[in-house]
């Protein structure tokens, strides 16, 4: 990419507006008329609704409307994804209520403050019964059962044939349970919608949601309009990571109001509210095994995956599938035997978080693969490289179902020791083990990789000259803070050579794109990126004949200088047109001139939908498959062994996306991500108490690190591109979450692991270190490996998650 735009640093053209007149979220629409709504939800995790007396906020200052199940009258749908028909759940409460904060009426009104106060006098009268607030203890023997139709409170099950035995030949046997601990999502946008009636007896509904189209055809489902009379906006996004991504039951009920009063219906939960009815994610519990012969080699994994849906069973019980799946990790195991079962309890439903499914696969695998190299004596780098797939062995067929497109993973984890000078920091840790220093040094290792693009591969994509020689970009996908808008124009500029700052941008509008897969699963370069850079060169290609046409010349003869934007006649560059020349020009070219539609084009006709008429292109690009991005971390700290306090001191990143558009802009994401990761290592995890009350539900009770907590990130990247589409590139969004939490997490048992220490839980917390030394110094460390809970036994085998969830799972 020589002498071209792409792979340089380009400074985001996004970040002007944003840090001037700022952006316009959701909160911020003010349609005349606004009514705000409300919700009343439950303070009990399980119960019986026995009944709802309104009449108190029916008649409160500025009250508008006080609705329950039976007078909004929408009837129980499943959201994002159907897991089975009786998961079915009423946007409000009836009969039970199954998790704190479940909304069992709404107030509106025509102030905020109104409707809150107002909120609190509706009397709910509840029959509390027994409830399970964790996966573990709604499997048990005897625990109720929170819906009648699943006494067991199974929500899904995948188990592998009885006959493979990936232990078998493995001279030892490496054992541990693992908790990948519940999270939340945290954006700084809370999640909210509003809905605008318009003139034409349509409904406008301005979303904070990653996916824009499929969130219009989820709720159009749910209220049984046709999709057309809804027309679908998201606005500025105040951060997603998964948790945005589809239809949340409050939406129904805000569209549902608005159209039942004709006037605009806001919603925007408050950050406690927020934090107990946005979806929750991770929420595993992993008993896993890895068959290790004397020599280093494995011989298989075996793991038994518990894993929490919440209360409803919804795109959060699809996750396991995808740790499953992307179970086989970067090494070549003969075998994999990977059973799971999801559990429902009486908690927030679970959904996606950054990476979504894939960080839990890469923490099981790395725990195992350094657990058995403190077992085994032999170096955790010198095991790894023992297990890799070749990168001959590409395209590479896993034992779970995916292919492999393209991968060197002893590339980046060689480059990521090589950064963080791995010797040195042996050498140092060996000495200060021997001193006997309190503070002892810990470096852990983590090799990943993870799929990208997976489900969902396909994605619209137009762009079009303006008068002025400037060009605006039309895409599916939907930014939330990762910098489309200067990506895309980067492609389109290095194609045309139009200035990005000349290039326009419209995402997010269902009426203004007619179709798009949204942002999720770290989907959005390689294939937005694709659609838009082959819309280009179908533009381009119009432009030529067009200039050819001007310049009285064949169109082999048109070249494009892209360091000018302009077009002229090999050979005579005195000749020429640019862009504005063409777009003035092209309405008066000759029909038939500018070559054949493309097949986006002639289904749009065919539709009757309308045709940009000037100088422009617009198609769908499908890669087909997935991609496979991959790396190697490598984090440094120092346990304080006296009072089990972690200074973290250094992480280097290694990522492969494949070909690289923006460095500036990777950076970016690879800082994001391993932030992330890094504090569900050490600080984040959502709790409830036994009885289902949440007690992490504001930002004092539910610990969040800030940028003072880490220290500056050291991140780099191979690129090994993907042969799926003509970018060759993969997915960065997700990458660094999954590599950076089992590197720190290896690194903090690796500085006690002198004391025998094998394993500890994440969070982290000093607390827990402290009391794992404790225990060490005293004799007493329990076994990292626990039996499976006994339902594993019972399960039949063979049952599959069902297709269409996963696949939305695997976009996310």
Not at 657 to 677: D, F, K, M, R, S
Request: charged share 20%.
């Amino acid at each position: 990419m020589a002498g071209s735009i792409l792979g340089n640093e380009v400074r985001r053209t996004e970040d002007p507006e944003l840090l001037t007149v700022g952006g316009r979220y959701v909160y911020d629409h003010d349609a005349d008329g606004m009514c705000h709504a409300v919700f009343v939800r439950s303070p009990v995790a399980h119960g019986r609704i026995e009944g709802i007396d309104t009449s108190a906020a029916a008649s409160a200052p500025g009250v508008i409307a006080v609705l329950t199940a039976d007078s909004l009258g929408v009837a129980p749908h499943h959201g994002f994804v159907k897991v089975a028909d009786e998961f079915a759940r009423a946007p409000l409460a009836t009969g039970k209520v199954r998790f704190v904060g479940e909304a069992v009426a709404v107030v509106v009104a025509e102030t905020l403050p109104q409707a809150t106060d107002a909120a609190e006098l509706v009397e709910v009268d509840y029959t509390p019964l027994s409830a399970s607030s964790d996966a573990e203890t709604a499997l048990a023997p005897g625990a109720a059962a929170i819906f009648d139709e699943r006494p067991n409170n199974v929500a899904t099950e995948i188990t592998d044939p009885p006959g493979i035995d990936p232990l078998a030949g493995a001279d030892r046997i490496v054992r541990g349970r693992y908790v990948n601990q519940k999270i939340a999502a945290v954006p700084l946008e809370p999640n909210s919608c509003a809905a605008v009636p318009t003139d034409d007896g349509r409904m406008t509904v301005y979303c904070a949601t990653q996916m824009p189209h499929l969130t219009k055809m989820q709720l159009a489902g749910a209220l049984g309009w046709e999709p057309p009379r809804l027309r679908v906006i998201a606005p500025h996004v105040g951060g997603g990571f998964g948790a945005k991504a589809g239809l949340y039951h409050e939406h129904t009920v805000v569209a549902a109001l608005a159209d039942r009063l004709d006037r605009p219906v806001t919603w925007t939960p408050g950050r406690s509210e927020d934090m107990t009815t946005l979806a929750h994610s991770r929420a595993q519990v992993q008993y896993a095994e890895l068959g290790v012969r004397d020599d280093g080699t494995f011989t298989g994994l075996r793991v038994r995956l518990v894993g929490d849906t919440g209360a409803y069973p919804n795109i959060g019980t699809m996750l396991p599938a995808g740790t499953k799946r992307m179970s086989n990790g970067t090494y070549a195991f003969p075998a994999i035997r990977f059973d799971v079962v999801t559990a429902v309890t009486n908690t927030t439903p679970t959904g996606a978080y950054r990476g979504a499914g894939r960080p839990e696969a890469a923490a099981l695998l790395e725990r195992l693969v350094d657990q058995a190299a403190l077992e085994t004596g032999i170096d955790p780098i010198e095991l790894r490289m023992r297990n890799f797939i070749s990168p001959d062995a590409f395209p590479f067929d896993t034992l779970t179902g995916v292919q492999y497109d393209s991968g060197d993973y002893a590339l980046a984890l060689r480059r990521a020791l090589e950064l963080a000078g791995y010797d040195e920091l042996r050498a140092e840790q060996a000495a200060r083990r021997e001193r006997g220093d309190v503070r002892q040094l810990g470096i852990g290792i983590a090799s990943f990789v993870e799929i990208t693009a997976g489900g969902l591969t396909s994605e619209f994509a137009a762009v079009r000259i303006e008068s002025d020689g400037g060009a605006t970009i039309r895409v599916g996908t939907s930014a939330h803070g990762q910098g489309h808008h200067t990506t895309f124009a980067q492609i389109v500029s290095a194609r045309t050579g139009i200035d990005v700052e000349r290039i326009g941008f419209v995402q997010s509008d269902t009426d203004l794109v007619p179709r798009g897969g949204g942002t999720g699963g770290s989907r959005s370069v390689q294939v937005g990126g694709s659609a838009v850079s082959n819309a280009t060169d179908v533009l381009v290609e119009r432009a030529q004949r067009l200039a050819a046409h001007l310049l009285e010349a064949s169109v082999a003869d048109i070249v494009l200088d892209t360091a000018e934007g302009k077009f002229s006649v090999a050979g005579v560059p005195a000749r020429s047109v640019n862009w504005t020349d063409l777009a003035a020009a092209v309405t008066q070219a000759p029909g038939g001139l500018l070559g054949d539609p493309t097949d986006a084009e002639t289904t749009a006709v065919k539709r009757g939908e309308p045709i940009d008429p000037g100088l422009a292109a617009q198609l769908d690009f499908d890669q087909g498959e997935a991609s496979f991005p991959f790396g190697a971390h490598v984090a440094v700290v120092e346990v304080d062994t006296d009072t089990g306090e972690i200074h973290y001191l250094r992480h280097i990143a290694v990522d492969d996306a494949g070909t690289v558009i923006n460095p500036l802009l990777l950076a970016g994401q690879q800082h994001g991500g391993i932030a992330q990761g890094a504090a569900q290592t050490l600080y984040e995890e959502v709790v409830f108490d036994e009885d289902g009350n949440p007690q992490t539900g504001t930002m004092l009770t539910y610990l969040f690190p800030s940028a003072a907590e880490f220290p500056s990130f050291e991140v780099h990247s191979t690129q090994t591109p993907s042969p799926l589409n003509p970018l060759g590139a993969k997915g960065i969004g997700e990458a660094s979450t999954i590599g950076s939490t089992p590197a720190l997490q290896n690194a903090v048992i690796d500085a006690v692991a002198y004391l025998g220490v094998r394993h500890i839980d994440m969070p982290m917390s000093p607390q827990r270190v402290w009391e794992t030394i404790a225990a060490a110094r005293a004799g007493t460390l329990p076994d990292p490996w626990q039996e499976p809970p006994a339902i594993f036994a019972a399960l039949a085998a063979g049952t599959e998650v069902d297709a269409e969830g996963l696949a939305a799972a695997e976009s996310i």
